[in-house]
């Protein structure tokens, strides 16, 4: 098994930036993919970023291409989430995920372990 504890979130005002960070543990070693979703009340979780753990592939939805970069320090096992010039619409609980298998897919049900969430406010 692999938990996944996300921080980082917060209020922030419109135009800001903010840096989410997942920290993993348990069977880490069998991590092949981590990735980021995020979802607001009565929508569907969204896809936002996700990386291969020991490569360097990278995926993101056009929504949030350029304002939106992931990352990892396999040394800390720890991804990571920076959001800068964020607009209200970003306000969400976001929620690190990753995945067994190869492959860097953007259904969240490919993702076999999540973490809780961290709420992300962006007040206009």
């Known amino acids: 098994q692999v938990q996944l504890m996300e921080s980082g979130g917060g209020l922030v005002q419109t135009g800001g930036s903010l840096r989410l960070s997942c920290a993993a543990s348990g069977r880490t070693v069998s991590i092949s993919v981590m990735g980021w979703f995020r979802q607001a009340p009565g929508k569907e979780r969204e896809f936002l970023a996700a990386i291969e753990w020991i490569g360097t592939y990278t995926r993101y939805p056009s929504s949030v291409r350029g304002r939106f970069t992931i990352s990892r320090d396999n040394a800390k096992n720890t991804l990571y989430l920076q959001m800068n010039s964020l607009k209200p619409e970003d306000t969400a609980v976001y929620l690190c995920?990753?995945?067994?298998?190869?492959?860097?897919?953007?259904?969240?049900?490919?993702?076999?372990?999540w973490g809780q969430g961290t709420q992300v406010t962006v007040s206009s």
């Open positions: 995920a990753a995945r067994d298998r190869v492959g860097v897919p953007s259904t969240p049900t490919a993702y076999n372990f």
